[in-house]
């Protein structure tokens, strides 16, 4: 099934304990579209860049599958870039440099090949471009994802509900569903926040796995204890397109098709932190991802000894 992919195609630096990057290629939808390219087939992408974006990082997205035909260069700007430290804990960072540039006036163009996506990803973007690409579509796709950030709850958060009503499907953090839903518990912050539109509800904890939510079903995945974090820049992106790509390369929305979802995201996320950037989504095998699904699965998989 087609995924269509809506985000950012940017430049990052990054300095973490483990070293720091000049720029790289970084972006929400870098890392969605090509974490989402080991499950489904056909990957569309979405963005904007400006005319110093290499063509050399263009065309390893299109090496791996994703079809850049909505990728729109513009020569004489440039592209967005964004720069933070992280702190020894690496679950806390500092914003260095934010530089919008192409990103600031950005006009979603839908090329007319990819009005028949089935799958919808929205990476993190001002909600009213977010908006813009659901009005822009010919027909409503079988499932609408999205993620956003407490950066738009701070500055936008009528247009942010806006369009979390017009979604299937929201993924955010723990901090990011306090604040839109103003409960501690995130229990009770789920059902709140469902209630604004969106039937299922993921709540990304770091370190400490994910929570799914749908009606009165909840469903934990665990986060694996890895020996080294180099860089977490991304993993929440790659999260999300392990989630949504595994349910488009399978075409099933089942909740329990939802939980094998999860375990995916994570897993591509826990590649993601390995290395800076990207560089760990590029070239990976089946059988590399099979593993670490399974290194998931046996985290949390026990038997009941009857005593």
């Given at each position: 099934m087609s995924l269509l992919v809506i985000g950012s195609v940017a430049f990052d630096?990054?300095?973490t304990p483990f070293g720091k990057t000049d720029k790289i290629i970084g972006g929400a939808a870098t890392y969605i579209s090509l974490a989402s390219s080991y499950f489904t087939d056909k990957v569309n992408l979405v963005a904007v860049v400006g005319g110093d974006f290499p063509k050399s990082e263009i065309q390893l997205l299109e090496n791996h599958g994703i079809n850049t035909e909505g990728l729109q260069i513009?020569?004489?700007e440039k592209s967005f870039f964004w720069s933070g430290k992280y702190h020894n804990d690496m679950n806390s960072r500092d914003t260095l440099v934010t530089e919008l540039n192409v990103l600031e006036n950005f006009d979603p163009i839908i090329p007319e090949s990819y009005q028949d996506c089935d799958y919808l990803m929205l990476g993190n973007l001002a909600p009213q471009v977010q908006k813009t690409v659901i009005e822009r579509l010919?027909?409503?796709?079988?499932?609408?994802?999205m993620d956003t950030m407490n950066f738009w709850m701070d500055i936008a958060m009528e247009p942010l509900k806006e369009t979390i009503a017009l979604v299937d499907v929201l993924i955010i953090n723990d901090e990011e569903a306090r604040q839109l839903s103003g409960e501690y518990s995130l229990a009770v912050a789920a059902k709140k926040i469902m209630a604004l539109g969106p039937k299922t509800l993921i709540i990304k904890k770091g370190e400490h796995g994910a929570l799914l939510f749908q009606e009165e079903k909840v469903f934990f995945a665990p986060a694996l204890p890895l020996e080294v974090v180099f860089d977490p820049t991304g993993a929440g992106d790659t999260f999300a397109a392990g989630f949504i790509s595994y349910l488009a390369g399978q075409d099933d929305v089942s909740f329990e098709n939802m939980k094998r979802a999860v375990i995916h995201g994570s897993a591509m996320a826990s590649f993601c932190v390995e290395k800076f950037g990207t560089a760990k989504l590029i070239g990976l095998n089946q059988e590399q991802i099979d593993e670490r699904v399974q290194q998931f699965i046996d985290l949390s998989r026990f038997d009941l000894v009857n005593t």
């Open positions: 630096a990054i300095e513009k020569e004489n010919e027909k409503r796709p079988k499932l609408i994802a």
